[in-house]
């Protein structure tokens, strides 16, 4: 598991569009703490977003870590849903985006996003 400043470190390479792809794949192995990360570079906690850089692409960025995470361990974003209802709609759209393979635990991700 990363420690907590890599996970602070790889959101803010997510805020800064710096290798993306890497950091979501890194990022995905760490569940829970990485969740806060980046809800927390959602709500701006980790400074601006880069001038160069547009908040949707940042969005779209930050949300793909998400997905990333729901792929391998929803639980991680089920937990979190619960937690910080205000980013219900990231966390949602990553579940329902994360096509996890398990008949079980994509059962329980449809029930528990049909009943949120």
């Known amino acids: 598991m990363a420690a907590k400043s890599n996970v602070t470190d790889l959101a803010k390479n997510l805020l800064a569009g710096t290798d993306v792809p890497s950091a979501c794949r890194r990022l995905s ?24 850089r547009h908040p949707r692409d940042v969005n779209e960025d930050l949300i793909g870590a998400l997905v990333a995470i729901a792929s391998i361990n929803p639980d991680p974003l089920l937990n979190t849903l619960y937690r910080r209802p205000q980013h219900a709609f990231s966390l949602i759209w990553a579940l329902g985006a994360s096509h996890h393979e398990s008949t079980a635990t994509a059962a329980v991700v449809i029930e528990t996003l049909i009943d949120y």
Do not use: D, F
């Not at 192995?29 to 160069?52: D, S, T």
């Open 29 to 52: 192995e760490c569940g829970q703490r990485v969740v806060n990360a980046v809800l927390n570079a959602l709500e701006g906690k980790y400074g601006p977003i880069a001038k160069n």
